[in-house]
Structure formats: structure tokens, C-alpha cells
């Protein structure tokens, strides 16, 4: 079966608000022929929605005025596939607000048509991730990126849904370059209004947010939460560039809506990973001393719950004892889990290890003929 003929009708954006997908559609030259469907069903979605979704944000900002401030949230962040989604499907066990899979779809109507519909919806979420084996159950935690795609038109996944602008939308979504002033204000505006709805819809119990696009955005994020607080995930480079191509290959013919290059995604993952992991690492000092936390994948697989403690404790955070018995059952329950294995020739590792050399050292990991390893 071709990739198209795999493509879902309901896409992603079908969660989006009318003036945000206008927008979307109409900065990135439109859709392919072939996903008109897609494109004509979402904004069918979004003009059958707007009565309750006007209705919503009305009642959520009346309920947030009268809920108090909210604590700085939790940021899981760190390149893709570097172990945040283990490390975030663990901490959401116990004591911790996160986007849930239907908020994560239809985040404008998440406290009110989505509970009118909830077994609907329930039946048509995916099995899993697509990337990955990972299930997806209706209160499974999800990162707020696709959510964020949905309200703003300022998104790493818009390089996803839009390939032929890839470029010009990694540079907007992750680094915000070429946004103006009021594209940013804007987009602060609707990360702080999502965070706190999602504050508010999970007990007002303190937000734990999962996002590797936000690596980049953690002075952006100060400036809305000075005290917030950032777990930052590290995982053999080599790894990463290998279930990096499996994100890619996996997500473009899935869910974009022009036509992609796969001989683009080699390129996309070397110069995407280096100006990721320069932004992190020119941000990293300026984060306070308790208010950050660093953790190796390895370890984390290895011995989760002694680096999940160490965690709580380099943060401050309270409760891990009240939430331990929570984490053992979650990870008794994934024993089984297999994860993706894919072939490593040695010219492709010769090439990583030339184009990462200096992050593979910075994190202390073996480069093909020199010295290194986990520290």
C-alpha cells in the first residue's frame, strides 16, 4: 500500500481554529491536490466547532480568573528521541497536570465538546504513536506541539504538514527566527492560555509539559515563567540520528500535505540536531541552580527509579514517595516494551560522528577512534 493511500482523512489540523488554519494554509502556498479532502474536512471541523469553541474559551477565562496563579510548570525537554516520552509517561503517573490525547487533538473545545464526545473520540485515537510501539490510551500524556499547531501559526509541525516550506517553518517554529515582536507576543499568549487551561482541567495540580521543540525556546519560556523548572533529556547522538530518520520517514508521508523529498531527512536530522543542541548549550547557564536537571537516557533505562529520585531531588520537587508506588507499577507494566532497532553502517556512523563530533563529546560518548564513553 502506497503512503498516501495510508493517509488519514481526519489530519491534525483538524483541531485547529478557522483563523489559524487560514493562515497556516495560506502562508505555506496551500495543499497538494490529493490532500484537498484533508484540507476541505478541516475546515469543515473548525466552522461546526466555533459556536462551542467560543463558548469554551468564554467559560475558561471566567474559571481561570477566579483559579488563582498557577505554579511554574515542569519542561521535559531535549532533542527528539533522547527519552523524553519515557521519561514524561513516567512522571504523569502521580501528582502532575498534563495535555491529554483529546486535548492534545481538539485543544479549543478540550473541556467542553470533547466531553460530549468523548467515547467517540475515544474509539478514533491511533493504536500508537506511528514512530514508535508506544500505546496511545486516552489518558495518555501528551506534548503540547501539536496543540500549539493548532492555535497558533507558529510551529515546528507545520514543517511537517507543509514539507515544500520545511525550512522557513523550523526556523519559525523552533528558533522563531524571522517572527516578528507581535508573532511572538502572540505566541507566549497562547502557550501561557493553553498551559494554564490545561492547569485547570487536571485539578490545578502542577503542569508537567513534554515538548523537544522548547530546547530552543527556554528563554522564551522564562519570560512567561521566570522560576519554571527544565529536565533536560541526553541519549547516545548516534542513536538519536537513527530513530531521528524513522521520525521522519515515518511523519512525512503520514501527515504532510505537499509533497516531501526522502533524500532530504539525512540533512534535515544533521543540521536540525547542531543548531538544536547550540541553542540549548548557549541557554543552559543562564537557568538557575535548582531549576535544572540533566539525565541520560542510559541511565534512565537502566535505573529509573534512582534517577527518577534524583530528579525530585535536584528540582525540589515534593511527593516522590507518595508517587513512587505509581511509577513502579507504570514501569512493571512496559517490561515487555521493544524498542526500534535499525541498521548502522559504518559510513553513516563515520558521517554522524563528523557532523556531531562536538556534542558527542560534550556529553562524554564514544567517537569511532578516539577516546570517550559514558560518563
Not at 139 to 161: K, R, T, W
Not at 170 to 185: H, K, L, N
Not at 251 to 279: K, N, T, W
Request: one cysteine or more; hydrophobic letters at 40%.
Amino acid at each position: 500500500m502506497s503512503a498516501r493511500t495510508r493517509r488519514r482523512l481526519m489530519h491534525p489540523l483538524c483541531g485547529a481554529d478557522i483563523a489559524t488554519l487560514v493562515r497556516v494554509l495560506g502562508r505555506n502556498g496551500g495543499v497538494a491536490p490529493w490532500a484537498l479532502p484533508q484540507a476541505a474536512l478541516a475546515l469543515a471541523v473548525a466552522a461546526a466547532r466555533l459556536p462551542s469553541s467560543l463558548a469554551e474559551r468564554a467559560w475558561v477565562a471566567r474559571a481561570l480568573r477566579q483559579a488563582g496563579d498557577m505554579p511554574p510548570p515542569v519542561f521535559i525537554v531535549g532533542h527528539w528521541r533522547t527519552g523524553t516520552t519515557h521519561l514524561f509517561n513516567i512522571l504523569a503517573r502521580h501528582g502532575f497536570s498534563y495535555v491529554s490525547p483529546l486535548a492534545a487533538g481538539m485543544p479549543w473545545d478540550s473541556m467542553g465538546l470533547t466531553a460530549a464526545l468523548r467515547p467517540l473520540l475515544e474509539r478514533m485515537l491511533p493504536r500508537d504513536r506511528m514512530i514508535d510501539a508506544i500505546p496511545v490510551e486516552p489518558d495518555s500524556p501528551q506534548e503540547d506541539e501539536i496543540p500549539l499547531a493548532n492555535m497558533s501559526a507558529v510551529s515546528f509541525y507545520h514543517g511537517i504538514y507543509f514539507p515544500r516550506r520545511f525550512a522557513g517553518n523550523f526556523d519559525r517554529g523552533v528558533f522563531f527566527e524571522s517572527c516578528t515582536a507581535r508573532e511572538v507576543g502572540a505566541w507566549k499568549e497562547t502557550l501561557a492560555g493553553f498551559s494554564r487551561k490545561t492547569w485547570l482541567a487536571g485539578g490545578r495540580r502542577r503542569l508537567l509539559v513534554k515538548n523537544p521543540v522548547h530546547t530552543a525556546r527556554i528563554p522564551t519560556i522564562r519570560e512567561i515563567w521566570p522560576d519554571a523548572k527544565f529536565v533536560h533529556c541526553v541519549r547516545d547522538p548516534f542513536e538519536v540520528f537513527r530513530s531521528m530518520r524513522n521520525f521522519y520517514d515515518t511523519l512525512f508521508p503520514a501527515l504532510a500535505l505537499q509533497p516531501h523529498d526522502p533524500q532530504a531527512v539525512e540533512r534535515i536530522v544533521l543540521d536540525g540536531y547542531s543548531r538544536l543542541m547550540d541553542r540549548f548549550i548557549a541557554d543552559r547557564p543562564d537557568i538557575p541552580d535548582g531549576n535544572f536537571h540533566e539525565i541520560r537516557y542510559e541511565r534512565l533505562t537502566a535505573q529509573p527509579m534512582e534517577e527518577v529520585a534524583a530528579l525530585y531531588d535536584a528540582l525540589g520537587l515534593d511527593g516522590f514517595e507518595a508517587a513512587e508506588p505509581a511509577f513502579r507499577r507504570y514501569l512493571d507494566g512496559i517490561g515487555d516494551y521493544r524498542r526500534n532497532r535499525y541498521d548502522d553502517p559504518p559510513e553513516q556512523r563515520a558521517k554522524v560522528a563528523a557532523a556531531w563530533r562536538r556534542y558527542i563529546e560534550h556529553w562524554g560518548y564514544d567517537v569511532p577512534g578516539g577516546e570517550g564513553g559514558v560518563g
